[in-house]
């Protein structure tokens, strides 16, 4: 299939549904299985994150290799080689017989993750901001599904859910078989005229790069933060925040023609500014964190909407270094704020992070003007 030739829209959606499910699972199952590594592996409590720091340190590292890989070949065999990576990588995780062997496997899955995403990532943002919003909460569906799929499988033994893993992502390469793998544009619609745009690809890295850290901090810190305040539903709060973040992708996906992805975005900023200054009210604290999730929703995929209407597609996979950087660094640096300055100092610095997107999304407009239609 040439890179010219897209399946049908329901087809193309199929193919990332498969896809992002897989990726959701993956993602998640890390942390459901820690004591599960424990128990097999007779590794410490202080070394067993190991393992899900070589999965994270691998899907980071593979957004510029994805984007140099799609200078020299087409979408469908850059998608698939990472795929079957992906399927060794969680393979070896299931069967490895000594730790040491496991947390290379975890590095070598999160690169086929980390691939698979950033091309698909790149291929549905040019498509538009309703595809790439889908998918993306097809993502979140899969991270949800993900500890019960590891409860119900668990007692089996650790490598039945890394398997179940593997098998979705053979099924994912059958699905590309049959339905095919759309490509790229050669350029963005107004790439003669972001061109003259300086410094457009460090713009759109820092807004992606701030976005990912509203969500990593949002995700990292908020039970703390409820804890501190003596809220006992605190986990299900943050339940609450991914299913909202999850709910804001699909509203958008559904009817996020209607309004320009830069607006989306800009709209995004404000509310998850406003909500996480309403978060240091205690009484408010529950609800302004679920709708900070509700309003996060549509930034990432308009986001890379967004920019593919300005830069080459190509071009996704690196910016997305930067969001992998924030989601590294965000939840750190809370911490390191947390200790100095006590639990208030969450929903500080999440306002302050907010203000900062609004502020590039201004700036990126003022410079760009409106997204073309």
Excluded at 193 to 205: M, N, S, T
Excluded at 292 to 316: C, E, N, V
Excluded at 342 to 352: D, E, F, I, N, Q
């Amino acid at each position: 299939m040439t890179e010219s030739s897209a399946p049908p829209l329901l087809r193309v959606l199929a193919v990332g549904a498969v896809a992002f499910f897989t990726l959701g699972l993956i993602q998640a199952m890390y942390g459901a299985t820690l004591p599960m590594f424990q128990a097999r592996f007779g590794v410490e409590t202080g070394v067993v994150g190991v393992i899900a720091s070589a999965h994270f340190l691998g899907s980071a590292l593979a957004p510029p290799l994805t984007g140099a890989a799609l200078a020299r070949l087409s979408v469908r065999r850059v998608v698939v080689a990472c795929l079957v990576v992906l399927a060794l990588g969680v393979s070896g995780v299931a069967l490895a017989p000594a730790w040491g062997v496991a947390v290379g496997a975890a590095f070598v899955g999160g690169l086929g993750l980390g691939g698979v995403s950033a091309c698909l990532n790149a291929v549905y943002a040019a498509l538009g901001q309703r595809p790439v919003n889908l998918v993306n909460a097809v993502f979140g569906v899969g991270s949800m599904v993900s500890p019960l799929l590891v409860a119900a499988l668990g007692a089996r033994g650790l490598a039945w859910p890394f398997l179940t893993v593997a098998l979705c992502a053979a099924l994912t390469l059958l699905a590309a078989r049959l339905w095919g793998v759309p490509g790229l544009p050669s350029r963005p619609p107004a790439a003669s005229d972001a061109a003259a745009v300086r410094g457009l690809p460090l713009l759109f890295a820092a807004l992606i790069g701030v976005y990912v850290s509203l969500e990593a901090g949002y995700g990292a810190w908020t039970v703390r933060y409820l804890a501190g305040l003596g809220r006992a539903d605190a986990a299900l709060v943050l339940s609450g925040f991914w299913g909202a973040l999850t709910l804001g992708r699909v509203l958008t996906g559904t009817w996020g023609a209607r309004v320009p992805p830069e607006r989306l975005v800009l709209g995004g900023a404000a509310l998850v500014t406003g909500c996480s200054l309403a978060a240091l009210l205690p009484a408010l604290a529950p609800v302004a964190c679920v709708l900070a999730g509700l309003a996060l929703g549509p930034a990432f995929g308009s986001l890379l909407a967004w920019a593919t209407r300005l830069m080459p597609a190509r071009q996704i996979p690196f910016l997305l270094m930067a969001g992998s950087a924030g989601g590294v660094v965000s939840p750190f640096v809370l911490g390191q704020a947390v200790t100095a300055f006590g639990a208030s100092a969450v929903p500080l610095a999440l306002m302050l992070l907010g203000a900062a997107l609004t502020l590039l999304c201004a700036v990126m407009l003022r410079r760009t003007g409106p997204a073309p239609v």
